[in-house]
């Protein structure tokens, strides 16, 4: 499970993240919420170390992970689908998958099935380069990259952002396959709100840097999560 607490970060002398305090458990979806601007991302590349926090912990089973860099984080088994994907255009779909074998012992450096079940396309497309790639083709090539980790938190910033309908669906049917498969906590930043409600089991909204709701969706309402996100 991940636990943040009371983490701040800034950009220069600006404060973006004040004090936020939450969690997510392995085998759950934990939906991060919130108008454009309130530190969603921030908070992303706060827990995955691509952006330093100025003060605050973060843990994952148990473990402090301290101020590390991103590539160290990874290694203990952190993974974040960026938003706007990070393929590597030059690289083959292949080539790009195999760059997630840097966190891995040397004997487990391979594709194991289960990925390219995940995601057909991209056993179609092991040759192309990464840049040719439509949109969603690489969203889930980002995905299926961050899972070669073998990752104990999985860390999505706006996996839907200018992705098809069709893609959209299939990318929220393999999140809950991961869920079901109860080896990952799963934090799921996105602004599609219907795509986020069906998948969450527990919500967390952002205002101004702060959290306003950490709740379950048992606990909550459809409305009441759709008011506070919307403002």
Same mark, same amino acid.
């Given at each position: 499970?991940?636990? *943040? @607490? /009371?983490?701040?970060?800034?950009?220069?002398?600006?404060?973006?993240? @004040?004090?936020?305090?939450?969690? &997510? !458990?392995?085998?759950? %979806?934990?939906? *991060?919420?919130?108008?454009?601007?309130?530190?969603?991302?921030? #908070?992303?590349?706060?827990?995955?170390?691509?952006?330093?926090?100025?003060?605050?912990?973060?843990?994952? =089973?148990?473990? =402090?992970?301290?101020?590390?860099?991103?590539?160290?984080?990874?290694?203990?088994?952190?993974?974040?689908?960026?938003?706007?994907? /990070?393929?590597?255009? $030059? $690289?083959?779909?292949?080539?790009?998958?195999?760059?997630?074998? &840097?966190?891995?012992?040397?004997?487990?450096?391979?594709?194991? =099935?289960?990925?390219?079940?995940?995601?057909?396309?991209?056993?179609?497309?092991? &040759?192309?380069?990464?840049? =040719?790639?439509?949109?969603?083709?690489?969203?889930?090539?980002?995905?299926?990259?961050?899972? %070669?980790?073998?990752?104990?938190?999985? $860390?999505?910033?706006?996996?839907?952002?200018?992705?098809?309908? @069709? %893609? %959209?669906?299939?990318?929220?049917?393999?999140?809950?396959?991961?869920?079901?498969?109860? !080896?990952?906590?799963?934090?799921?930043?996105?602004?599609?709100? /219907?795509?986020?409600?069906?998948?969450? /089991?527990?919500?967390? &909204?952002?205002?101004?840097?702060?959290?306003? #709701?950490?709740?379950?969706?048992? @606990?909550?309402?459809?409305?009441?999560?759709?008011?506070?996100?919307? *403002?």
């Amino acid at each position: 499970m991940l636990n *943040v @607490n /009371d983490l701040t970060l800034h950009y220069g002398h600006s404060k973006i993240l @004040n004090g936020i305090s939450m969690t &997510a !458990q392995t085998g759950e %979806i934990t939906c *991060v919420m919130g108008p454009n601007g309130v530190g969603k991302t921030s #908070l992303i590349k706060a827990i995955s170390g691509t952006h330093p926090r100025s003060g605050g912990t973060v843990s994952v =089973d148990g473990e =402090d992970l301290s101020v590390l860099p991103a590539h160290a984080l990874a290694q203990k088994g952190v993974a974040i689908v960026p938003q706007g994907r /990070d393929i590597f255009p $030059l $690289l083959t779909v292949k080539e790009n998958l195999e760059t997630g074998f &840097a966190c891995l012992p040397k004997e487990e450096h391979f594709v194991p =099935d289960e990925i390219y079940e995940l995601f057909p396309v991209l056993q179609k497309m092991t &040759a192309r380069r990464g840049g =040719d790639l439509s949109g969603g083709q690489q969203q889930q090539l980002a995905i299926a990259r961050a899972l %070669i980790t073998k990752p104990k938190l999985l $860390l999505l910033d706006e996996p839907t952002e200018g992705i098809q309908p @069709n %893609i %959209i669906q299939h990318i929220g049917e393999v999140i809950k396959h991961l869920r079901t498969q109860g !080896q990952m906590a799963i934090v799921l930043v996105e602004q599609y709100f /219907d795509f986020a409600w069906d998948l969450a /089991d527990q919500f967390v &909204a952002l205002r101004r840097g702060e959290v306003i #709701l950490s709740e379950r969706k048992t @606990n909550t309402t459809r409305q009441q999560v759709l008011d506070l996100v919307s *403002v």
